[in-house]
């Protein structure tokens, strides 16, 4: 009897007659696979197999290889990368709280210090409230990097009879780490001229 009864509580979990109940669960376990899903496109954005299967890069790959749209795919990548960076909304994806299309949108914006309280707003607005957001977010980000690259400056000159040049610039923080290096490198190969030898 005891041998019966403890086959009976090993079997598969009871499925619960309520419809609603088996939907709430379907819907995230389908979080938890798309999850898995977007763990693994991250890990292919990491090593670059997209080349190994003649794809031109990690979107294209899953747009073949899924049959979804460019767009989709695209979106898919991004988020694979955000949700490394961003737990909270990785367990609303895989607890059901949230599903895949809107955590795919709030990847285009949220930010570690944003997910819970966007997390939150998310689950009371509709998904076209969510892509409006979004596109608005991108148009701000989009203007914020056309205005750095509008207002950068560089100038330059000659001055103490020709014997020394003044260099004077204004720009984005990736332009300027390019320029300094780009800078520390010719300096490397400048020789060292007489009197200067101790100089730092």
């Known amino acids: 009897m005891f041998e019966m009864q403890r086959r009976e509580t090993s079997g598969p979990a009871p499925v619960s007659a309520d419809p609603l109940a088996r939907a709430d669960a379907a819907h995230a376990e389908a979080g938890r696979a798309f999850r898995a899903l977007l763990s693994a496109i991250a890990e292919l954005e990491r090593t670059g197999r997209y080349r190994d299967e003649g794809a031109r890069d990690t979107a294209h790959l899953v747009q073949m290889r899924y049959g979804v749209s460019g767009w989709e795919a695209r979106r898919m990548v991004q988020a694979a ?64 990097e056309e205005r750095a690259v509008r207002e950068r400056s560089c100038s330059w000159y000659f001055f103490d009879a020709g014997r020394r040049f003044h260099l004077e610039a204004d720009l984005p923080a990736a332009d300027g780490a390019r320029v300094a290096a780009a800078m520390e490198e010719v300096a490397r190969g400048i020789p060292v001229m007489p009197g200067e030898e101790d100089a730092a």
């Open 81 to 144: 990368s955000a949700l490394e960076r961003l737990p909270h909304l990785a367990r609303a994806l895989t607890s059901g709280l949230l599903g895949p299309d809107k955590v795919l949108e709030l990847c285009r914006f949220a930010t570690p210090a944003t997910e819970r309280g966007l997390i939150a707003w998310a689950r009371r607005v509709s998904y076209g409230a969510m892509r409006r957001r979004g596109e608005l977010e991108e148009r701000r980000g989009r203007e914020q």
